[in-house]
C-alpha cells in the first residue's frame, strides 16, 4: 500500500544533543511538509518542500533544519533540543500544494527531551 | 492575523448527532478541510469543502459557508470509535493550511 513512513515511531534524545527524524513516502507526491504538534494544539508547519524547493516558515526556529535528498526522503534535524522541543512530528504528503489535494500524515514520531 | 476557532471539548451519546462547528479569519479562502486524529495518532482525512454546501460521506458531513466564514461537521450513529480530536483547517492564499486546535470528542455510552 502506497504510504508515509515514519521513523522512529518514538525519540529520546538528550538535552542538546543532535537528532534526526526521518520520513520516506511511496505515493510519489511532490510535496512533503514538517508539522511540531504539542498535546491539545494545532499542528504547526515547520517547512515544506515543493518538490526540491524548500520552503521556511518565518517563525521556525533556527535550531531546526531540513532536508530532502530525493523525492521519497525527507529529514528533519534538530541541532540543539531543547525541553520545548518536546512534541509529535508529524510528516505528510499532498501531490500538488493547491486544489482539493488533501495532506496524508505519517504515523508521526513522538520526541522526548531528557 | 488567521484563526481558526473551535469548541475545545463536546460530549456526546453513543448513536445519537452531534455537530462541530469551525469559524474562521484568514487571508483568502481555498477550501477547508476536516480531519479525525485519535490520541497519540496522526491526522487522517475526513472531508473537504470548496463551494458553499453541504458534503455528504456516509455517517459524516461537512457544510460550509464562506461569507460566514464557518463550517460544521455533523457526525451521526455515534460509534465510541468516534471519540477522537476532530480538526477543521482552511487554505489559505497562499495555499497554507492554517490548522485550528481541534474539537475533542467525548463518545459516552
Known amino acids: 500500500d502506497a504510504m508515509v513512513i515514519q521513523n522512529p515511531r518514538y525519540q529520546v534524545t538528550q538535552f542538546g544533543k543532535p537528532v534526526t527524524l526521518s520520513c520516506s513516502q511511496t505515493?510519489?507526491?511532490?510535496?512533503m511538509y514538517w508539522y511540531q504538534q504539542k498535546s491539545s494544539q494545532a499542528p504547526k508547519l515547520l517547512f515544506h518542500y515543493y518538490d526540491k524547493d524548500f520552503n521556511n516558515e518565518a517563525d521556525t526556529p533556527d535550531n531546526f533544519q531540513s532536508r530532502r535528498p530525493n523525492t521519497s526522503f525527507c529529514f528533519l534535524d534538530i541541532r540543539s533540543p531543547g525541553l520545548g522541543d518536546a512534541a509529535m512530528y508529524l510528516c505528510?504528503?499532498?501531490?500538488?500544494?493547491?486544489?482539493?489535494?488533501?495532506?496524508?500524515f505519517g504515523p508521526g514520531t513522538r520526541l522526548t527531551v531528557l | 492575523g488567521q484563526n481558526i476557532d473551535q469548541p475545545t471539548e463536546m460530549t456526546a451519546t453513543e448513536g445519537a448527532i452531534v455537530q462541530i462547528n469551525c469559524t474562521y479569519q484568514t487571508s483568502g479562502f481555498n477550501g477547508l478541510f476536516w480531519y479525525q486524529q485519535h490520541a497519540g495518532e496522526a491526522p487522517t482525512f475526513l472531508s473537504y469543502n470548496v463551494l458553499d454546501g453541504l458534503e455528504e460521506k456516509g455517517r459524516f458531513s461537512s457544510f460550509l459557508s464562506r461569507s460566514k466564514g464557518y463550517s460544521y461537521l455533523l457526525l451521526k450513529e455515534l460509534q465510541m470509535k468516534d471519540s477522537a480530536s476532530y480538526l477543521c483547517a482552511v487554505r489559505d492564499s497562499n495555499y497554507q493550511l492554517i490548522w485550528g486546535a481541534g474539537t475533542k470528542l467525548i463518545i459516552k455510552p
Open positions: 505528510a504528503t499532498s501531490r500538488e500544494a493547491g486544489g482539493p489535494d488533501t495532506q496524508y
Open positions: 505515493l510519489n507526491h511532490n510535496v
